[in-house]
């Protein structure tokens, strides 16, 4: 399983961006759950936003609640994280994640529920 993220950069507070998380070997559709977690240097990383059942279920940070849109697109195999009204505390890398048939389940944004991790991208809002 790969995944590979994109579409991060620099932009400045109440701008928007719109992450991608590219997947192989790894089949998105509506058995799939998938998330979006970030970490800001000396953090912890945390959850962001999830999906399952092709995206009948959703989920969010309180943080980003109403601002942050997740999304998947199955022939394609990739998800997508939709961001508008950027805030600075809004950095860190962001980390595409994946989960497999394997491992305990602890919640749709708990780190430890996914098996399966990208490299990031770095998003910055200034």
């Known amino acids: 399983v790969q995944l590979v993220e994109s579409g991060g950069g620099s932009v400045q507070a109440g701008g928007s961006l719109r992450l991608s998380c590219a997947a192989s070997?790894?089949?998105?559709?509506?058995?799939?759950?998938m998330a979006w977690f970030r970490q800001a240097p000396g953090k912890e990383r945390e959850g962001v936003a999830a999906?399952?059942?092709?995206?009948?279920?959703?989920y969010y940070a309180d943080s980003v609640k109403g601002r942050f849109t997740i999304s998947q697109d199955n022939p394609k195999a990739f998800m997508y994280l939709q961001m508008n009204s950027l805030k600075p505390e809004d950095t860190a890398m962001y980390y595409c994640a994946a989960r497999g048939d394997r491992g305990a389940w602890y919640g749709p944004l708990e780190k430890a529920s996914y098996n399966y991790w990208g490299q990031g991208t770095q998003v910055t809002v200034s």
């Open positions: 999906l399952q059942a092709g995206g009948v279920y959703t």
């Open positions: 070997k790894y089949t998105v559709d509506t058995r799939s759950t």
